[in-house]
């Protein structure tokens, strides 16, 4: 009997809103995989198979919902792939949730109670390894198949109850015979993983000390393999006793599991005694001399035959208890090329880290040299540049510092009362500031390249400390000085020049000069000296010059008496 219930069931206390007679009704379920119904129907059911709405159907594993989605209509014929009501899981968020340190099934139910908007799920699990993880913004489908990878197991499904735990199905005894004429029966071999005789290597290469591991099957040609592990969690990698002991645990769980090839079976036909994912089926291979305990990984049951109608077995999955019940845990094959590189990684990790040591150190000396002298880090720079307007000023800025310069900056200011440049280094600054009455220059030294020409001074005083001027020659039309002493040597001009040159003292009083000739104009002369010597003394000869006071009104000499001989 196949019911129809409303889209919000979730009791399924009576026999649902219509019972239905459809075309074809089959349930496909796969161990941590797919779980869905393949419904046929007339279009008379229309009425009542609507998206959303749930199908129960019976099974091996009692009556199963199954929820409606996506319906293809044809003139007679409504077909629906509905999944399993554990798939309503998706519909549900969960923000941020972080179970710590829970079993599987107490961080389940601590998510399950966490969920957005609430649900109707319940859970359990049979794993008591305690473990930790984070979600965040991930739907509940997502945080139960994660769990799935973190904690191991095989997914439990029923209505809105589900759960991971360690084994599922049961040996019930069923037996093939591998080459018989088994009617539906096709076989997938994989002989690419096998080995009957190991050498382990351990961390840093360690190995057993008798080297091989060697398995109870043999086939008519070798299968030799060396195969690296790494250490497992919590191993103490300094005990070589612990090390070599958890060697030989892997290596022989390894061997345990892969001494067999890789089969699949796949059987289009019902076969008595299997009910669910999980079952075991113990195939016989003659050719082998060995029976080889396979699991039944998916099956498809016809809900209206009520018989299975397909069953996919074999020992590709990894819950082969039969092979390595005698071992506290189980392992992970090691698959190719990936695999083997990951492990020749881990084992040079010391020697990587020590290569990394040695050029950290050496990029060290090349970043900042020796005692912080000639590394790259000199010539590393800061730079950095902004512009900032306000309604009131308008300021640049520009900076740059490095190990080898410090730091450098420059900046203009603009507002309507001024204009201001300034330039630093290290603390050392020069500006310059324009305003309308002044330009102000501040800088320890001032180097003028080029012509300078000053004018409009006329009206105003312009200051220069004589301390602080060096020249050579000044070339200019007139000179005013007021101080008493000019200079040691006064010249005007060349010495080959015989043009006039004139010291003008005031209006009335001067001295100039025209070919060998100097003239003094002045309303009074006074020669206050004890002795006045016209003429020069050429080695013996005396040559005497003149004075004319021809024009003068008055002459005086010292108490009226002449101290001096004309010539």
Not at 386 to 409: C, D, G, M, W, Y
Not at 448 to 470: F, Q, R
Request: aromatic fraction near 10%; charge should be negative; charged fraction near 20%.
């Amino acid at each position: 009997m196949i019911k129809v219930y409303e889209a919000t069931e979730t009791q399924f206390l009576n026999n649902g809103i219509k019972i239905i007679k459809p075309e074809r009704a089959q349930v496909f379920k796969e161990d941590n995989g797919e779980y869905y119904l393949e419904l046929e129907a007339s279009t008379k059911y229309i009425e009542w198979l609507q998206q959303n709405n749930i199908v129960r159907v019976n099974t091996p594993w009692g009556e199963q919902g199954f929820r409606l989605n996506n319906p293809e209509i044809t003139r007679d014929l409504l077909t629906f792939k509905a999944k399993h009501l554990f798939y309503d899981s998706e519909r549900y968020l969960l923000i941020d949730v972080y179970p710590q340190d829970l079993n599987c099934n107490d961080s389940l139910n601590w998510i399950l109670q966490r969920t957005v908007p609430g649900n109707n799920f319940t859970t359990t699990s049979d794993i008591i390894e305690q473990k930790s993880s984070r979600y965040i913004r991930k739907s509940l489908l997502e945080t139960i198949l994660s769990h799935l990878n973190l904690y191991g197991g095989h997914l439990y499904r029923n209505n809105f109850e589900f759960g991971i735990n360690n084994q599922i199905g049961v040996d019930r005894g069923v037996t093939l015979m591998y080459g018989k004429n088994i009617e539906g029966l096709k076989a997938f071999e994989n002989w690419d993983d096998v080995v009957t005789k190991i050498l382990p290597v351990g961390y840093n290469g360690v190995t057993l000390p008798e080297q091989f591991l060697i398995s109870d099957v043999q086939y008519n040609i070798p299968y030799v393999k060396s195969i690296q592990f790494n250490p497992s969690e919590n191993i103490d990698i300094e005990d070589t006793n612990e090390v070599l002991y958890d060697l030989r645990v892997q290596a022989q769980e390894y061997l345990e599991v892969n001494k067999y090839p890789r089969v699949n079976y796949e059987l289009k036909a019902h076969l008595n005694g299997i009910v669910d994912i999980g079952d075991t089926i113990k195939v016989n291979y003659p050719q082998m001399g060995i029976d080889l305990y396979t699991e039944v990984i998916s099956v498809k049951y016809d809900c209206l035959a009520k018989k299975f109608g397909f069953i996919q077995f074999g020992n590709f999955r990894k819950t082969l208890k039969k092979l390595v019940q005698n071992f506290t845990k189980q392992i992970n094959d090691l698959q190719g090329t990936a695999q083997e590189t990951l492990n020749t990684i881990a084992l040079y990790t010391s020697e990587f880290t020590q290569d990394l040591l040695e050029l950290r150190s050496t990029f060290t000396k090349d970043l900042y040299g020796i005692d912080g002298n000639g590394g790259l880090n000199e010539l590393i720079q800061t730079n950095k540049s902004n512009i900032t307007q306000t309604a009131e000023q308008i300021l640049t800025e520009v900076s740059r510092a490095t190990a080898k310069e410090n730091q450098l900056s420059s900046s203009i200011t603009q507002t309507a009362e001024e204009i201001a440049l300034k330039v630093s280094k290290d603390g050392v600054i020069s500006s310059i500031n324009q305003s309308a009455e002044e330009i102000r220059i501040a800088a320890s030294r001032l180097v003028l390249d080029g012509l300078v020409t000053l004018v409009g001074l006329s009206g105003g005083t312009t200051l220069i400390n004589g301390d602080c001027i060096k020249t050579g020659t000044i070339d200019a039309e007139r000179i005013s000085t007021n101080i008493a002493q000019v200079a040691k040597e006064l010249r005007l001009g060349a010495l080959n020049d015989t043009d006039r040159k004139v010291i003008s003292f005031s209006d009335t009083a001067s001295i100039y000069s025209i070919y060998d000739s100097i003239y003094m104009s002045a309303l009074r002369a006074d020669l206050n000296c004890n002795h006045v010597n016209l003429g020069i003394t050429n080695g013996t000869t005396s040559l005497y010059g003149y004075v004319d006071l021809s024009d003068a009104q008055n002459i005086e000499w010292g108490n009226n008496k002449p101290v001096a001989v004309f010539g």
